[in-house]
């Protein structure tokens, strides 16, 4: 069965940097998206970042509460994804999850921000950054 594993959260002050990882197993579809959401204390899951991961190319979607500062990237001997956060604000805190679905071209562009469009997730791991 499908899995995600995500790692590398942790405790940063503000200003510093950190890289999630999400690995994936277990897929049996060759083309798929990848989404990392995550959650504030106390309130719902909003949208961080997206790549779309085909043979032929891969493509990104940021909130623009993250975008430069945030990279998201994949390594394809692994099926691992990667968020690279840099210049770390106290309103990243949150729980980070991972998320995964097939992938057969979508024609609203917002499509990769829609959670309920995913059908596989990880539990989460928590980064806190301190002022």
């Known amino acids: 069965q499908v899995q995600l594993v995500e790692s590398g959260g942790g405790l940063v002050q503000a200003g510093g940097s950190l890289r999630l990882s999400c690995a994936i197993s277990g897929r049996t579809f060759s083309s798929f998206i990848m989404v990392w959401f995550r959650q504030p204390p106390g309130k719902e899951h909003d949208f961080v970042a997206a790549i779309t991961w085909t043979w032929n190319g891969d493509s990104t979607d940021y909130a623009d509460s993250v975008k430069v500062r945030f990279t998201i990237s994949r390594d394809n001997a692994s099926d691992t994804i990667y968020l690279q956060m840099n210049r770390l604000k106290p309103e990243d805190t949150g729980v980070y999850y991972c998320?995964?679905?097939?992938?057969?071209?979508?024609?609203?562009?917002?499509?990769?921000?829609?959670?309920?469009?995913?059908?596989?997730w990880g539990q989460g791991v928590q980064v806190t950054v301190s002022s």
């Open positions: 998320g995964a679905r097939a992938y057969s071209g979508d024609s609203d562009p917002y499509a990769p921000r829609r959670e309920g469009k995913y059908s596989y």
